[in-house]
């Protein structure tokens, strides 16, 4: 695995910058990548995490901080897409002197870059950063933060829902449908909410008892089953992935139930080619990119001073982007994943081109 | 090799700073290397050199930076140590839209780091470069340039061998001694003229018959001889690389008459170790990058708008810091390149922490 181009040499990543940064006295050993400024500074979250080694830490702030790039343009942001990892244990290795020697190096970029909570880094972390950066969002409330994001993530994965529920059957209403979720973190625990209220039968399932305790007192009409190939071999109309990555896979997809996938989580298709393998089943999928995006609009209007209904109404828009990618897709006959990345890669391209159009004598 | 760790993985490189980047309508792939801003912006050109692999690319940038923040810690700049290098066929790849692509990106670190020429860079590249960013030296002498380095170069390399001589014999005069130079390059060619001018006998070779016509039609008094093994066999006091780096080895060094070694050549110790056997055999060794700063001081003059004569009464200094190297190298009892070390570290960790001493409120 190289930065410019892949283990096999051939194929460029395609990274605008990636940025190698290190304090010895702090231990800092931090990447900062930047995928694409195209659309405008690149936000993506900081992962906190003890890589085996360094070839780990790039393979997975190369392809986080793509993700990104695609995430961000869909949702309609005028942000690129970056990401960063901090190479180490964060419970052995977090200190004042670490994420501040951080911040100085995301300060270093110009804002280039702007920085959030990824796994590992919390919101006391970016106000730590913020010491010495003024490129951090995911901050306290107390400093202008946005709150838990899994409010608006949830919001807008059940618009995308919607969205394909009218591709599907002509009305985005969900009511009579039955949605499996699998996942009852905090995301799953607001979109059974939204769901309810639609009026949609929900079947659920987790790997914690206490998930289970939490659906039993306060949603006692979600039907919970055992595991994951429970729910998906079951009755439903809808699969919602609100867990781990790789839920749709050459295991899942051929005993699947369901005839639309609307999820939370990240990295649903386990590996190319799957997006093609639902296609062929008749099942349409709602990219997991473009209906989870609702947590990065929630914490980037923080760079504006963040706006909690401001925010919704963006996420609100998941809905239309949803629309159109499933119809761009039945249009050229591609998947919806394949459609998603077209339309971001049109947007990165035509909005980003008008750069070209100067507005003062600048660089 | 990694960014963070030598191969081995057990030893960090120590750089602050990596900056991976790329633009792929150009071709550009750059890699910016940022050893040390302790001191002030990173100062280091921008190699530009179709390597077979990134592995080779990251490697000469990491050892070519850590090489210029050592350089310009001890030509008492206050600049730190940085280095670029483009990877690619300068006479292929080599096109406005690249160089100005590079541009951009040394413009992205804010100043942190300076550029220069260097192998496969010329000045007019550096013109073109400095069409996207301030942070340029090198450049033609039209736009503010310092013009042709080997100059300050030469005249620096005199003043250490003066004080190497001093050191040796109780006299900086090389009058009456016999100097051999490897390398009738425009360095070596300007060293020539110092040495005759100071009453020194000089002994030269190199491996270009037109450098042997300049010789003899320029200076008939200088000795020629065949090769770099018919030079350091020779009667010589002073034995001057000039010429490529690893002059320095195990075949040279103990065949060496000389038993004073003060040349212009970059890295001429060929490997870790060749210093002590030039101390256990009585060889009184100038380091390097302290008497060959001359090149960065005259370059570096150009941020405070070039004056020549301020530039060389700063490379003339370089007789008083190898005086002190030497010195501090008696007193402690290690080689002179590990004093010279030792003293850039401690100039770079001295001057460096006054900045804890803050000026205003800023970062």
Redesign the interface.
């Known amino acids: 695995m190289?930065?410019?181009?892949t283990a096999g040499?051939t194929e460029?990543t395609?990274?605008?910058?990636?940025?190698?940064?290190?304090?010895?006295q702090s231990g800092l050993?931090a990447i900062i990548a930047i995928y694409s400024t195209a659309l405008g500074p690149a936000l993506g979250g900081t992962r906190f995490y003890p890589y085996a080694?360094?070839?780990d830490a790039i393979h997975d702030v190369l392809e986080l901080s793509r993700g990104m790039a695609y995430k961000n343009a869909m949702a309609g942001l005028d942000l690129g897409g970056g990401k960063a990892v901090i190479?180490g244990d964060p419970d052995r290795d977090k200190s004042e002197p670490l994420l501040r020697a951080y911040g100085?190096?995301v300060?270093?970029?110009?804002g280039?870059y702007y920085t959030a909570c990824d796994v590992g880094t919390y919101v006391q972390d970016m106000d730590m950063v913020a010491r010495?950066?003024r490129f951090v969002t995911g901050r306290s409330e107390a400093h202008g933060g946005a709150g838990d994001s899994s409010v608006l993530t949830a919001y807008g994965v059940f618009q995308g829902m919607r969205a394909a529920a009218e591709h599907r059957w002509g009305s985005p209403s969900l009511a009579g449908r039955r949605v499996g979720i699998a996942g009852l973190g905090k995301v799953g625990k607001h979109l059974t909410r939204h769901l309810l209220s639609d009026g949609a039968q929900v079947v659920a399932t987790d790997v914690s008892q206490r998930a289970f305790e939490w659906a039993r007192e306060t949603y006692p009409q979600v039907d919970l089953v055992d595991d994951v190939t429970a729910l998906i071999t079951s009755d439903i109309d809808v699969y919602a992935p609100c867990a781990l990555g790789g839920a749709l896979n050459d295991d899942t997809v051929p005993v699947l139930r369901a005839t639309v996938v609307a999820g939370a989580a990240n990295n649903q298709l386990a590996h190319p080619g799957v997006e093609k393998l639902l296609d062929e089943r008749g099942v349409l999928y709602a990219p997991d990119y473009v209906i989870n995006s609702g947590g990065v609009i929630q914490v980037a209007d923080e760079i504006e001073g963040f706006n909690f209904e401001r925010a919704k109404l963006r996420a609100g828009k998941i809905y239309d982007t949803t629309r159109q990618i499933l119809l761009l897709a039945q249009e050229e006959g591609v998947p919806p994943a394949v459609a998603a990345d077209r339309m971001a890669d049109r947007r990165m391209a035509e909005v980003g081109r008008l750069r070209t159009i100067r507005l003062r004598h600048e660089?």
């Open positions: 190289g930065v410019f181009s040499g460029p395609g990274h605008e910058q990636v940025v190698f940064c290190s304090d010895q050993r080694n360094e070839e190479w100085r190096f300060e270093s970029l110009g280039r010495e950066t660089r």
